[in-house]
């Protein structure tokens, strides 16, 4: 196949299939089309893309984030635990907590020059022993009345669609922007495309790499008080099981590992894809554990189909 | 065939390549006798690491045959160069480090010593020991590589290489790339020693940039320049200024540098070193540089240039010595900080450090200083555009669109892409590190007109380039390097430029 069209068909190949598996699992099973069980799946998925948003910042500049799924679950541990005395306030002491080990993390990768595949493992780790000691290790209810006063934002509904969506919306929205018009959005592209040219140019790599770790602990944190609100419970374990997922979300989209080719927007398609695939196998009557192991392939596939092999030859 | 009716152990007939862009090898013969130790020589883009690659089968030729003991083979892969007889040093050594010597030299042809599914590291090492000993190296094989000196490894390297001997039929030809580069003079002695005493056993195709150590080794020599062999003669018949003549030699064309576009530079002083010194690179460089002015620094392979163009990029900072940019004292400890004092470094690795291939025209253009198509602190993506698109057309960028991804053009339109981000930054001093590598002659003309015109616009230029010819062409004052240090000073005003020979003379 000639590289240009190969090229096109790799770019267009995320959006085609999530049309395919709409329709696979739409004919498959009937009820799966109806608006009500659409708007869930959409909710369902805007949690798993938060996470994977801020993900993506750190792959498009090549480095990749492990840490996300303790993050969001200690936040959601944080958040639960400050509720009662600080109102609104554990919100932003939530994202606060994920912001600061985003920067250690950060800052392990960049100080340190430790590889950022094990300094967000590292961190990772931090993240979900601090989780089990704040919380006793246990899971913490949050209680009906918190509820109705504090978490109206993630569990209401607004002009008849789930908040959650609405969140989803506005973190697409953002990051977007920080990606076309901000000199941080610029920069993640050129380090992630060609880094001793981007340094040669007086780009402040280190810079740029901090603050994509930090986005991404920090989204990773959003997307844990959004999912504690909707199971109303703050717990160390809360999104495990995401971090799979939110990877293959920002890969099956169309964002290369290596680096320098991706976006948000493409990350919001992984996330509905593999969202469809989830949800779809179980329309379809597929064993939760089949499932996982479905999901495994997929990521495989789509990081054979996206990676550019004349970019790297060699793969470690 | 060769002279004396013996067959060649080694023959190129007519060989040719091609890449985008460049006519890298053009119709090369050559021919190695058995137990003859050839030379070949040639500036840097002339064609030796092509033909380097093509005879160790990494490279296929696009015409013309290579012959081996008189029949003509086909290398499609290392491999097959070295079931064939054609074995290299190579000059970035390819042993690993953290394997035994032993397993280096029988690394991939460990199936005579299994014993069972396991391998008898004892009859290993043993196999070893009795390579080493052709080349006369007294050293346990069961050591660790990584131990081992750089000169002890290349002994391993070549030693290595001599186990083809068993394992093929006819000749065998070593190449031994730049094999002294890092070598004292007493390893380099006991290196040329053991060439000489393996004759009996192989012929050599020596390349090195030192033409003294191409004189001692070689029985005949091989100059290439521009992609072809000039010049073929016996090492008796000749010295290093005749090698080194033929190997730059084209009279020099006043029109093909746009001497005419030369004007003198203007007084005042934009960057200033004294003492400069990177230790272990240069020591004691002085300059001055003006505005509107082309410096050139002349300089052999270890002189000290290339790591002194680098210094004044940001990219190596010096470590004595001061160095001022604009009368104010500065570091540059980083790229970004040459960057905001107005230097723009256009980088020998092009594809490397100069352009970011996977991004497109625009944004590379606009990297060096993003800032200035901000309105707000966000990126405006109209004035960006518009600016890219003033300087494709400026400097005549020959691309589809500016939203092309700069890896699809052609070298020189890249190199254009650099400097078009440099002058956009408003850099007032551009160092050009080698700006014409592997560009054709049309693509190199074009960055000389770049250069008259921007440095008649007052850019000061450093410029360290591939062929000697260029850097007098090109500049106004040349300082030449040799051994760390700056040996002597010229000027090279239209019309009263140094020859050749005056520079070559203190640089070798």
């Known amino acids: 196949m000639n590289p240009a069209v190969a090229a096109r068909l790799r770019d267009v190949a995320p959006i085609l299939t999530l049309i395919l598996l709409v329709l696979v699992v739409g004919i498959g099973s009937r009820g799966f089309l109806s608006p009500e069980t659409l708007l869930v799946l959409a909710a369902d998925t805007s949690t798993l893309f938060i996470m994977a948003a801020g993900i993506t910042f750190v792959i498009l500049l090549g480095g990749i984030d492990l840490s996300v799924q303790a993050v969001a679950s200690m936040s959601s541990v944080v958040m639960a635990l400050l509720l009662p005395s600080l109102g609104y306030g554990a919100f932003p002491a939530a994202l606060a907590a994920g912001a600061l080990l985003g920067l250690a993390n950060g800052l392990a990768f960049t100080r340190l020059r430790v590889p950022s595949f094990i300094s967000s493992l590292a961190v990772g780790g931090i993240a979900t022993a601090l989780a089990l000691a704040f919380s006793g290790t246990r899971s913490i209810p949050i209680g009906e009345e918190l509820r109705h006063a504090y978490l109206w934002w993630i569990t209401g509904r607004m002009l008849g669609i789930p908040a959650e969506i609405w969140l989803g919306l506005i973190v697409l929205a953002i990051c977007l922007f920080v990606e076309r018009y901000t ?22 790599v280190a810079l740029v790499k901090l603050l994509a770790c930090v986005v991404s602990a920090t989204l990773a944190a959003f997307a844990g008080m959004v999912l504690g609100g909707r199971l109303v419970a703050g717990s160390p374990t809360l999104a495990n099981e995401f971090l799979l997922p939110a990877v293959a979300a920002v890969v099956v989209g169309g964002t290369a590992l290596t680096g320098g080719v991706g976006s948000v927007w493409r990350t919001l398609i992984g996330a509905l894809i593999v969202s469809v695939v989830r949800v779809g196998m179980t329309f379809l009557g597929v064993d939760v554990f089949v499932q996982q192991i479905v999901l495994g392939i997929v990521l495989i596939l789509a990081v054979w189909i996206t990676i550019d092999r004349a970019k790297i030859p060699i793969v470690k | 065939m060769s002279a004396g009716g013996r067959t060649a152990a080694l023959e190129l007939v007519g060989v040719d390549k091609r890449f985008p862009g460049v006519h890298a090898l053009k119709n090369v013969s050559l021919e190695v006798r058995p137990g003859e130790v050839v030379g070949l ?242 020591e004691g460089v002085d300059f001055e540089l003006h505005a509107g002015e082309v410096l050139g620094i002349a300089g052999v392979i270890g002189s000290g240039r290339e790591e002194l163009a680098r210094t004044l990029g940001g990219l190596a900072p010096a470590t004595g010595g001061t160095l001022t940019v604009f009368g104010r004292p500065a570091r540059l400890a980083t790229p970004g900080e040459a960057v905001s004092l107005g230097i723009g470094y256009v980088p020998r690795e092009r594809r490397v450090e100069g352009i970011v291939g996977f991004l497109p025209v625009v944004a590379n253009i606009t990297l060096g200083n993003l800032r200035a198509v901000t309105r707000g602190g966000l990126i405006d993506h109209a004035k960006e555009r518009t600016t890219a698109e003033t300087w494709v057309k400026r400097l005549a960028i020959k691309t589809p669109t500016i939203r092309t991804l700069v890896m699809n053009l052609s070298g020189g339109n890249q190199q254009k892409v650099v400097l078009a981000k440099w002058i956009n930054a408003g850099a007032k001093i551009i160092v050009l590190d080698h700006p014409t590598r592997g560009l054709d002659v049309g693509a190199k003309e074009e960055v000389y007109e770049l250069v008259r015109s921007i440095t008649a616009e007052g850019v000061a230029v450093i410029l360290t380039s591939d062929t000697l010819e260029e850097t007098i062409g090109l500049s106004h004052r040349i300082i030449v390097m040799k051994d760390k240090r700056v040996t002597e000073r010229f000027e090279a005003m239209p019309g009263g430029k140094p020859d050749q020979l005056d520079l070559i003379r203190h640089m070798v």
Do not use: C
């Open chain 2, 41 to 282: 020589i040639g500036e840097n883009g002339a064609g030796k690491s092509t033909l380097m690659k093509i005879l160790s089968g990494v490279y296929q030729p696009d015409g013309g045959e290579i012959r081996h003991d008189g029949r003509k083979v086909v290398l499609r892969s290392p491999i097959d160069a070295a079931a064939t007889g054609i074995g290299m040093v190579h000059q970035e050594q390819s042993l690993l480090t953290n394997l035994t010597v032993a397993e280096n030299i029988w690394l991939g042809k460990e199936k005579p010593f299994l014993k069972g599914r396991l391998i008898d590291h004892k009859a290993m090492a043993a196999a070893a020991r009795r390579q080493l000993e052709k080349v006369q190296i007294d050293i346990d094989p069961t050591v660790v590589t990584e131990k081992l000196s750089f000169a002890q490894r290349q002994m391993v390297e070549l030693a290595k290489v001599l186990t083809l001997e068993e394992e093929i039929e006819g000749h065998l030809v070593i190449m031994l790339d730049e094999p002294t580069s890092v070598l004292e003079q007493a390893e380099i002695d006991i290196l040329f020693a053991r060439v000489r005493a393996l004759r009996d056993r192989a012929s050599f195709v020596f390349v090195s940039h030192r033409l003294d150590e191409i004189l001692d080794l070689s029985d005949r020599v091989y100059v290439m320049k521009d992609g072809a062999v000039v010049a073929e003669m016996p090492s008796a018949d000749a010295d290093t200024e005749k090698l080194h003549s033929l190997m730059v030699g084209r009279s020099r064309n006043a029109e093909y540098y746009k001497e005419n576009r030369q004007k003198p530079y203007r007084p005042e002083v934009v960057m200033a070193a004294s003492g400069l010194t990177l230790a272990g690179a240069y």
């Open chain 1, 183 to 204: 000199l941080f959005g610029r920069w993640s592209l050129a380090v992630g495309a060609g880094e001793p040219a981007a340094v040669a140019s007086g780009v402040p």
